[in-house]
């Protein structure tokens, strides 16, 4: 049983590298697995010849005379079931160059420090299977940022927008003694601005957005977003509301939104960004016309 | 200019409009497309059917209002797209200056053509 | 060395082959309304003729007016008649993605936005072609 396994796949692989890639993903992971099994040897085989993930990662660093112009890489790392991008780059850097920069903490979509552009599409690589995409896979750093190195991107503007909406609490009262000594927020308001909150700072959103990339004033949807948590949260004050709101209808601020949608489809947590962004534009405009 | 201290912030009176104008020319300019292509064919157009139409007050009122609303949310279309793509700063003004001449123009000239085809002048 | 390097607009038209539904709607938009706004000045000064031909009874009767003269002149001509059918396209295509974007404002159906542009474009070239007849009549069709 175990040749019989083995043979169409190493004769396969040699005649039509092609033939490879008509396979699904999942059978080739099965014959892997299998013919691993079978002997340790085999294994070994796999793992040199075997799957590799082609992957071409962007390169800069303005202290390397050689790297001063921005140029693709490509590594070809050994492919195991369950691999993100995060892991491949990692590889690649622990195993074949390890000057390849870019920024990672977590590992599991917490932290927000791994958003690349991959594939032509802003994600956060730490949550992105390799197996899902097409080869070469093409990571860069996030568009429309300054590149400081490698996959390296400044991030200042977007926590300078971030910071310009006053993403803290700021209602100073507390509650009556009579009532709790805690701020308490009722369940239907917590599910209000629960998708709001789920915000890690990646910065995907606003990278992806066709706005920000020509009006830098404009706040982005991340700031906005982290605004809407705090604007729709019962416990600050109507006044504080009304402050928050007349920070966002600046003219770059949610006035800018087109409505592409770029940010809702790339946010890594899911968050309905843009649907925050027109709920804040209603808000702006009914709060205006009640003093007329 | 100076900061404008109003609770109502341009930014948002523009927005607004340009949805109401939205919705108002939806209406009208399929009326229009419908009246002049469907209704009557545009190369049967003559003086007299034009005048025919416009001197009745209803419609001609209509139509100055569907060139305001046009000539609004057209050109509040391409300053923002303008806006949108980082203009700033003095060249912003001269723009909003000059679509702001150019819309005026063209509904002054628009109404006077109007009156012209109602047989007002 | 606090050098870094800027990418310009790495997602401009260069690749456009993985844009989203709303950025093609938006590019849609945005383009037609230029469009649109272009063509409201073009008609105000074919209109204007108007200014020219009011008061002559005689030639509004006989339809010699400087007037009708223009506007039946434009009619005839076979590439006028083709424009008019992409301004009915453009004018369409911008009054049904602008209802969407109506909807999408009042935060209506937001998650069958990508849906409700393409039905906007499958809508528009139907009421497109279904119009060539009534506007191609007396120029060859």
Known sequence: MSTQQQEPETQEAPEDPEMKGAQSPQDRRLAEKESGAIDEESEKKAELEGETVHIKVFRYDPEVEGKQEPRFDDFHVPFEKGMTVLDAVIYARDEYDSSLTFRHSCRQAVCGSDAFFINGKQRLACKTQLSELEQPVRIEPLPHQEVVKDLVVDMGHFYDQMHAVEPYFQDEDTPEVSDLEEQHQSPENREKIKMSSRCIWCGACMSSCNIAAGDNQYLGPAAINKAYKFAMDDRESEEIKEHRLRILEQEHGVWRCQTQFSCTEVCPKDIPLTEHIQELKREAVKKNLKFW | ?121 | ?141
Request: hydrophobic content about 55%; overall charge neutral.
């Open chain 3, 1 to 141: 060395m606090s050098q870094s390097y800027n990418r310009g607009l790495v997602e401009d038209f260069g690749r456009w082959k993985e844009f989203t539904a709303g950025m093609w709607a938006w590019i849609f938009h945005k383009f037609t309304g230029w469009m649109l706004i272009g063509y409201l000045f073009t008609h105000i000064a074919v209109l204007s003729t108007a200014i020219g031909a009011a008061g002559d009874t005689a030639a509004i009767q006989a339809e010699t007016d400087i007037y009708t003269t223009t506007i039946q002149g434009l009619e005839e001509l076979f590439i006028v008649r083709v424009l008019e059918v992409g301004l009915l396209a453009v004018a369409v295509f911008h009054i049904l993605n602008g209802l969407r974007l109506l909807m999408v404002d009042l935060g209506i159906g937001l998650e069958a936005q990508d849906k409700s542009f393409y039905a906007s474009l499958i809508l528009t070239g139907v009421i497109t072609v279904a119009s060539v007849p009534t506007f191609m009549k007396g120029v060859g069709f």
């Open chain 2, 1 to 121: 200019m100076a900061e404008r201290y109003s609770s109502f912030v341009p930014g948002g009176t523009a927005w607004l409009l340009q949805r109401i104008t939205a919705a108002f020319l939806v209406v009208v300019l399929a009326f229009h497309f419908f009246q002049l292509h469907f209704v009557n064919h545009a190369a049967d157009v003559t003086f007299q059917g034009t005048q025919a139409r416009m001197s009745n007050v209803g419609y001609f009122l209509t139509m100055v209002l569907f060139l305001i609303a046009g000539a609004f949310h057209g050109l509040n279309g391409v300053y923002n797209a303008l806006v949108n793509q980082g203009l700033d700063g003095t060249p912003k003004k001269v723009v909003l200056a000059v679509l702001t001449i150019a819309g005026v123009a063209l509904v002054v000239q628009g109404t006077y053509v109007a009156l012209a085809m109602a047989g007002w002048t």
